[in-house]
């Protein structure tokens, strides 16, 4: 196993880069930082190019696994790669999955309208994941769900269900041409409470942006659009808690 001490090696830079969404598409790779994902990745068959180690995991078996790919760290440069204070000493280097073009939809799919933040998007996928869901959808202004910080909010629920990123319009239209039934949620009691709702097996329901939800030109493409009763005198809830309790609350 080769040693890399100095966090300014030609190597260490261009991965270092992988955390940038135009160098990950430029190289159809990514990094991921920690043992649970690196873990998850080789569990679920992903395609683990090159795994980085401090020297106190070099014994570890995926280490030894992935022997003649793995790259010997210093604390120094695993800090330097690390988007955390406190760095595991563990990272890998994966190929980007090749998706084949979204052409029809089926079962239940969230799509996400410019939910901004990372930690809300990694947490929407990680729960759509938990419930069962088929697929998730994110618009093109959502954060990309390879940054760092999207990829340790979904804690390897990307290798469980498809994520595409792609126009939402085209994104409903697609639904609704595979036979779907297209929720929209909203901060509105004049929409239907989903509590109310038919409950069917075939649908989309699209959360929106954090501060200012959905867009009138998406609600308006939605078949029904929902709303989650607030008992108390809070305003609104965090789209990430309101993403969990209807992706639960809408299964049949």
């Not at 280490?63 to 790919?69: R, T």
């Not at 790259?71 to 695993?78: K, P, T």
């Not at 419930?131 to 769900?145: M, P, W």
């Not at 629920?157 to 939402?168: E, V």
């Amino acid at each position: 196993m080769k040693y890399i001490e100095s966090k300014k090696n030609d190597e260490i830079k261009q991965i270092a880069k992988l955390s940038s969404t135009k160098y990950i598409k430029k190289t159809g790779t990514y990094l991921i930082e920690g043992f649970h994902l690196v873990r998850e990745a080789d569990a679920n068959d992903q395609k683990i190019l090159k795994i980085l180690v401090t020297e106190n995991h070099e014994d570890d078996r995926l280490v030894k696994k992935y022997y003649d790919n793995a790259i010997g760290i210093s604390d120094d440069v695993a800090q330097s790669l690390s988007e955390t204070k406190t760095p595991q000493g563990i990272f890998a280097v994966i190929e980007v999955q090749k998706k084949e073009e979204l052409t029809d939809l089926s079962g239940q799919w969230v799509m996400l309208s410019d939910v901004q933040d990372p930690g809300n998007v990694g947490t929407i996928i990680r729960t759509a994941d938990a419930a069962g869901y088929d697929g998730v959808i994110t618009s093109l202004d959502s954060a990309d769900f390879y940054q760092p910080k999207v990829q340790r909010s979904m804690q390897g629920s990307q290798f469980h269900l498809p994520i595409y990123r792609m126009d939402l319009h085209k994104a409903i239209d697609l639904a609704k041409e595979s036979g779907l039934i297209v929720y929209g949620s909203e901060v509105n009691d004049q929409a239907e409470s989903y509590t109310e709702l038919e409950k069917t097996s075939d649908f989309a329901v699209i959360m929106g942006n954090e501060a200012h939800g959905l867009t009138e030109d998406v609600l308006e493409k939605t078949d029904k659009n929902i709303y989650i009763p607030i008992l108390g005198k809070a305003e609104s809830l965090n789209v990430a808690v309101a993403a969990g309790i209807l992706l639960y609350g809408l299964k049949i």
